[in-house]
Structures are given as structure tokens and as C-alpha cells.
């Protein structure tokens, strides 16, 4: 799995047993989990896709598909396991573009990494590609982690929040029942974040670590306003986003308008902007908990911010570690419990998160 923030990709190893024709009995075991960070020109050549030529993506798509194939190998290396031992790859790839469907007309999504290549190097049957059959069913082609939340998370009785704070942060209300479950993409999680940082560090930094330096800021109450009457906020599920509305353009536009505002300022502004859509999303559906993975959980000021919020609603903020997922693999084994769908031809998406006219098996397979 590697997400919007495009600071690398997680490589996890998993076991899964369920019976394959009503998912009883469904466990997901955590065997290894591996990160990886992009190297520097790989990171800036993913940041500049976004919105690149034809020649740069093309070369692109195949140079992760030869990063994501020698780390592939290297999970397998350090597990202990062979090819052998392996059913298949799950691989999300890197999203470049993605556009949800408005006005009538269909969405659009594009996401890198060429299978063939992962087949190729690793002797391993790949299913990729897992957002547009949703799409072409007429849905968002995300969120597409809510059919694993409910099959990871779910319990009877108990109303759960599962929050990912990637680069977009996007939610997966539990509500017990299957055909009840509700996601949706709240709005930025780390995209505005980073941005900014990479703008006021001129490149030298990606990230804000810590949140240390929008610690040292206070937030400008009306940019905080301005931000959050932002109309994709007022839609109502199911509803997605990316990069194109929440990304490098927006934050060029903040600081040429703010530019009296400092930097710290306006990193302190887009933390508060970003903990406040989280809550704001969640507090309504009163959840008996919230769990939270993603990189935005190594944030330590933005996640005060949001733990404070909800704690004040009296409602808990666990991290998918305490059910056995350390946060920053929850996504890459969310995507082996879709190959897995896959793999047995049973669908993958939930109508009521994607918004699509069915029910479908997600990805394309290329066998080794």
C-alpha cells in the first residue's frame, strides 16, 4: 500500500482464513510488516505526477513496479517465506490522479505501480488495480477499506469509528451490521500539512515531524473559518476526494494570500483545520470508539488536538494497535483482505461507502 502522503509504501504479510462462501469465522494474522520510504528523486517524481506528462508517468508506473516488487522480496526474505508459500500480491499502487463522479458523469482514478512487473520479478499472482470496477459500476471507487474494517473491527453491539489519517483522511463508521456500515473521505489529513511544509522548508522537509513546528504557531480563527466552509464539507456520503482539491495548489494559494500570516501560523491553522473536519465527521454518528492508523498518528500535536476533541464528547481514541494492527500496516493489510476477496470472486466494495449501482469483485489479476 502506498497512500496520498507518497512518503513511501507498507509491505504486510498475512495469513487469512475465512469460509469463503459467507466470510464466518473471517481472521486476518499479522505475519510481518515491512515500511519502506521512498528515496528522494523517487518521492519527488511521485509528487510531480500529480499533475506530469504522459513520458513521466509511463516511467513511473514501471519504476514502482520495480520498487514494489524488490520490496516484495524482501518482506518474503526477512519472513522466512517463499514465493511458494504465497497466493497472491495485493497491490493498491500510487494513486496519481483521482476525480469521484459529479454532475451525471462517471469518476475517474488512476493509480501506478505495473503489475506485470511485480509478476514478473516475484513468480507471484498479482491482483491490482482496484478502483476502477467500482467506478465503472458507478460508484467512487472509494473509500474501498470499509468491507475490511467491518471484517477486522466489527462487533455486535458496539459502534465503532475507524479513522486512517493519510493524506486524506477517510472514516468507516461500524454500526454492528454489515449492510449499516457508512464510509466516506472526510477531507485533507496530511496532504495540506505536508504541502506546507515542503513550501515554507523550500523542499528540504516533507513533513511536519511531530507537529513541532505548527506547535510553535497559534491559528488564524478566520483562514480556520474559510477553511472549513470549504463545500466538499458539506456533502453528504458517499463522497471522495484527493490530492487535486487538497494538494500543492491550495497551499501555494493559502500562502500567497496569508503571506503576512508566518509560517508557523499557518502550519498551527492547517493542524486545527484538519483535527476539526476529523471530529466534526465522527461526533454526529456517536461512536462508542474511535480507532485511528495512518501517518498522521505520528503527529503528535495534530493527535492531542483530535484526542481532545473527543475526548470531551466522552468517546475513546484507541490506535489500531490495540487490536493487534500497528497503524502504519492497517491499510496495506486492509488491501490483502481485498485480494483475498478477490481471489475467491466475491465482491470487494459496499454500496453504501462507494455509492455504486452493485455490489462487485474489485482489481484485475495478472498471473505470474
Known amino acids: 500500500m502506498s497512500g496520498t502522503s507518497h512518503d513511501g ?6 495469513k487469512i482464513t475465512a469460509d469463503k462462501k459467507t466470510l464466518g469465522n473471517f481472521r486476518a494474522t499479522l505475519i510481518h510488516h515491512l515500511h519502506t520510504a521512498y528515496h528522494k528523486s523517487l518521492k519527488e517524481k511521485v509528487r510531480k505526477s500529480f499533475a506530469g ?59 501506478i505501480g505495473e503489475a506485470s512487473v511485480l509478476a514478473e520479478r516475484t513468480g507471484i499472482t498479482v491482483v491490482s488495480d482496484f478502483r476502477t470496477r467500482d467506478i465503472a459500476a458507478g460508484g467512487h471507487g472509494a473509500p474501498l477499506v470499509p468491507l475490511p474494517d467491518y471484517l477486522l473491527f466489527a462487533k455486535k453491539g458496539s459502534a465503532k469509528a475507524v479513522v486512517n489519517i493519510g493524506g486524506i483522511a477517510n472514516v468507516t463508521v ?73 494538494g500543492e495548489e491550495m497551499v501555494r494559494e493559502l500562502f500567497q494570500k496569508y503571506r503576512n500570516l508566518g509560517a508557523e501560523n499557518m502550519l498551527a491553522t492547517l493542524t486545527h483545520f484538519t483535527a476539526e473536519i476529523i471530529c466534526r465527521a465522527i461526533i454526529p454518528f456517536g461512536p462508542d470508539e474511535v480507532i485511528v ?28 494497535l490495540h487490536y493487534g494492527i500497528p497503524s502504519q500496516a ?32 474489485l482489481g484485475k489479476i495478472t498471473l505470474p
Open 330 to 361: 492497517k491499510e496495506a493489510v486492509s488491501f490483502a483482505v481485498l485480494g483475498f476477496l478477490t481471489i475467491n470472486r466475491l465482491p470487494g466494495n459496499l454500496r453504501s461507502a462507494t455509492g455504486a449501482r452493485h455490489a462487485v469483485a
Open 174 to 246: 461500524l454500526k454492528g451490521k454489515r449492510e449499516d456500515t457508512i464510509a466516506f473521505d472526510i477531507g485533507p489529513g496530511n496532504s495540506l500539512i505536508d504541502e506546507a511544509m515542503i513550501h515554507i522548508s523550500q523542499g528540504k522537509k516533507f513533513f511536519d515531524r511531530n507537529g513541532s513546528f505548527a506547535r510553535e504557531g497559534k491559528p488564524e480563527r478566520k483562514l480556520l473559518a474559510r477553511l472549513l466552509s470549504h463545500p466538499f464539507l458539506r456533502k453528504h456520503p458517499p463522497k471522495s476526494i484527493g490530492r487535486e482539491a487538497f
Open 293 to 320: 492508523s495512518g501517518g498522521g498518528t505520528e503527529n503528535n500535536y495534530l493527535m492531542g488536538l483530535i484526542r481532545e476533541k473527543f475526548h470531551s464528547e466522552g468517546i475513546p481514541v484507541r490506535s489500531t
Open 53 to 111: 506528462t504522459t513520458e513521466l508517468i509511463c516511467k513511473l508506473n514501471f519504476e514502482l513496479g520495480e520498487f514494489y516488487a524488490a520490496n516484495v522480496l524482501r518482506l518474503l526474505d526477512i519472513s522466512g517465506y517463499e514465493a511458494g508459500n504465497i497466493d497472491a500480491i495485493a497491490s493498491h499502487g500510487q494513486t496519481v490522479y483521482h476525480t469521484p463522479p459529479s454532475g451525471g458523469k462517471s469518476g475517474s482514478s488512476l493509480q
Open 9 to 14: 509504501a507498507d509491505f504486510a504479510l498475512v
